[in-house]
Each structure stands twice: as structure tokens, then as C-alpha cells.
């Protein structure tokens, strides 16, 4: 099969690697017809992360099964699924409680693993003609009819919609709620949607690209443009000096100025600040355990400033971390098949297989109109 390889930093490219199979009784064979290029592979991409050479790339999948194990029940030969990026068993204690991303079997030693990404185990990635899905009956959702037409927003399930939709989770979105997200790549677009969704009254997205602030207007945001100042104060003049009553954390350690210099604590303690007394954030950018080339010394062990000080005395509330996909993804697939959600605006490139390490390149310059791209294998 073709896929996409990792060979070191900003090295990726298209090659033959051997056919994924049925391992295991409980498998699942998946044949990608759409698969995604994240953020979180930049981080690989960039050469900052243990990622090994090698590795196939990819955890945004959807495609159509091609074959089963023997051991699986429910899904089909023909199913249209989407497949989460956590790869969960089902049965563990933290799966059971459905937190499947801290699933404790599928890579031991550890709590979650993933497709194709450094420290999440040795499985395989989707961004390839096939896929094999470990214990399948658990980990594929299955597509209605519609799954052909609306094969980009099907996909968003696979990570950015419901991340995005934890971020506001975490932070307890309410009907009536003002929200600040900070960061307008697509699961912070996808956390101001969420809030949309959930019946936030403002919601204030901030970035630096003009291209991404103008799809975050597009769904109704206010734009928070960190070039024309302190976003902080920005949106202090939104809330009568107050803050937000919530606020989304969608950047991670690799944030950094418009001039390009990384600060790992920036974005986190903009939050803090952004967020009223006695509110809550929910955070969902990266932050990895150790980043040996982070130019901030504490970055090197994973650690950050936090502004602790602010954040006691505000009283505030923080959830962090990976989202479960299970947790979310059918009732926001219902969402997309109702009609009430679409979470492809965000999508500006369909792409082949073989155009991935030019998307890549692109995709990680953040160049212009390059703000979410689908493979179709
Ligand atoms: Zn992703
Ligand atoms: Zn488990």
C-alpha cells in the first residue's frame, strides 16, 4: 500500500510499505477514503517529538471496511466508518468509565494510544490506502447514507470536532456563557463552534492569521486579532473589563509571538487572565513531557510558568488533556446527519495521497488559506 512516511524533521514522504492486515480476531480492515493532516503531526513533523523514522503518519480516518476479523460482531465488509484517533479496548477500567483515550491495555506501560503518533504505541497511521483498526466493534463508528456526501464533515469526528467539543466540556459551556478560545487552528475553531453549539452568547477567538480569524467570523466568533495588541485587553473591552465566563486553551507548549519566538506558558496564562473570577478553562493544546530543543529551559523537562498566583486568586477551574472520542463522536455524528453541524468549513484542501508532503510543507508554514487539509487516499 501507499502511504505517508516520517523520515526526520520536515522529512515525510510517499512510499510502498507493506500492506496492513488482520493482526488479531478482534480487527478490523479499513480501506481510507479521507484522512487528515493535524496539528498535532506538525509537532512530529518538526522534529520535536521522540517520533522514529519510519513511522506512517495519520489518526483522522474514514473509510469503508474491507475486511473483518473473526472475532468481530457488529461492524461489516461495506460499513462506512470513522475511526477515533485514541485506540481504545473496551474493557479496561478507564474505557469503561469512557475515558478511552487513557485506555490502559492498547499501549502498555502508558494511558492512550493512538494511529501513527510518537509515544502513543506501535500501531500504524491512517494517512495510507489501509488501515487496520485494533478491537474494531469498539473503535469504529459507523456512518449513515449521507456518508459519501458529507465524507469531510464525517472526518472532523475522527479528532478536531470532538477535542474542540471537550475544550468546552472541560470548561463546563453553558447556554448564555461569553467564551474566549485562544487559537484558531481547527480544534480551536472547532471549540468555538462547540460553544456555538452548547448556546454560547459570545464567543472571541483569538489568532494571529488573517485567514483563520475570518473563518472564525464566519461562524458567528469575534474575531481577536493579537497583532492590533494585547489580546487580554482585547477582550477585557469585549466583557466591560470582566473577562469571559469560560475560556478554551487550543494552542499548547509550541505557542508562540508574531514574531515567531516560542513562549510555552503565553497562551495558558493569556487564559487565565482572559477568564473572569470563579470561571472555568478547559485546555486542549499539546504539552508534552519533555521537549529537548524548546529554546525555554523549564519546556526541556515539560514544564511550564503557570501563573498560579492569578489562577488561585481568581478561583478558577481548569481541565486538561486528551479528549476520549468515544465520548462524543456519536452524538456529534448525529449532529452532522441532522444537518445542525458542519464541521467542514474548515477544510481548504482535498488533496491526493501522493501531494501529502507538499501539504505538509505548507500546512506547517501556516501558509495563507491552508487552514485544514484531507487526503483522499
Ligand atoms: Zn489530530
Ligand atoms: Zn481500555
Not at 520535536?48 to 474514514?62: D, F, Y
Request: aromatic share 6%; charged share 25%; glycine share 12%.
Amino acid at each position: 500500500m501507499r502511504a505517508v512516511v516520517y523520515h526526520g524533521a520536515r522529512e515525510v514522504s510517499v512510499e510502498e510499505v507493506p500492506d496492513a492486515r488482520i493482526e488479531r480476531p478482534t480487527d478490523v480492515l479499513v480501506k481510507v477514503t479521507s484522512t487528515c493532516i493535524c496539528g498535532s503531526d506538525l509537532h512530529m513533523y518538526e522534529g520535536r517529538t521522540s517520533a522514529e523514522a519510519g513511522k506512517v503518519l495519520g489518526h483522522e480516518s474514514v473509510g469503508e471496511v474491507v475486511e473483518i476479523g473473526p472475532a468481530v460482531d457488529r461492524i461489516k465488509v461495506g460499513d462506512r466508518v470513522c475511526v477515533p484517533f485514541n485506540i481504545a479496548c473496551g474493557f479496561c477500567r478507564n474505557c469503561e468509565r469512557g475515558e478511552t483515550a487513557y485506555c490502559l491495555t492498547t499501549n502498555p506501560g502508558q494511558a492512550g494510544a493512538a494511529y501513527g503518533y510518537a509515544g502513543m504505541g506501535p500501531y500504524r497511521g491512517g494517512q495510507a490506502e489501509l488501515l487496520r483498526v485494533p478491537y474494531g466493534d469498539v473503535n469504529c463508528l459507523r456512518l449513515p447514507p449521507d456518508a459519501a456526501d458529507k465524507e469531510n464533515d464525517y472526518a472532523m469526528l475522527a479528532d478536531v470536532f470532538p477535542t474542540g467539543y471537550h475544550a468546552t466540556e472541560l470548561a463546563g459551556v453553558q447556554p448564555g456563557d461569553s467564551v474566549a478560545v485562544f487559537g484558531a487552528g481547527p480544534v480551536g475553531l472547532m471549540a468555538a463552534y462547540s460553544a456555538m453549539l452548547r448556546g454560547a452568547s459570545m464567543v472571541l477567538v483569538v489568532d494571529h492569521q488573517s485567514d483563520r480569524l475570518r473563518l472564525a467570523e464566519k461562524i458567528g466568533a469575534i474575531a481577536v486579532d493579537d497583532r492590533q495588541g494585547d489580546p487580554v485587553d482585547q477582550i477585557l473591552d469585549h466583557t466591560r473589563g470582566m473577562g469571559t465566563d469560560k475560556g478554551c486553551e487550543c494552542v499548547g507548549w509550541q505557542a508562540h509571538d508574531s514574531e515567531g519566538h516560542e513562549h510555552p506558558a503565553s497562551t495558558m496564562n493569556n487564559v487565565v487572565r482572559s477568564v473572569r473570577a470563579a470561571g472555568a478553562i478547559g485546555a486542549v493544546g499539546v504539552f508534552v513531557l519533555s521537549d529537548p530543543r524548546s529554546p525555554d529551559t523549564l519546556m526541556r523537562k515539560g514544564e511550564v510558568a503557570f501563573d498560579m498566583g492569578m489562577f488561585f486568586q481568581k478561583g478558577l477551574r481548569i481541565g486538561a488533556g486528551q479528549t476520549s472520542v468515544k465520548a462524543y463522536n456519536r452524538r456529534l455524528r448525529d449532529l452532522i446527519a441532522a444537518g445542525r453541524a458542519q464541521p467542514s468549513f474548515l477544510v481548504s484542501h482535498n488533496l491526493g495521497l501522493d501531494e501529502a508532503p507538499d501539504a505538509y510543507l505548507h500546512f506547517d508554514e501556516r501558509a495563507d488559506g491552508w487552514t485544514k487539509v484531507v487526503l483522499h487516499p
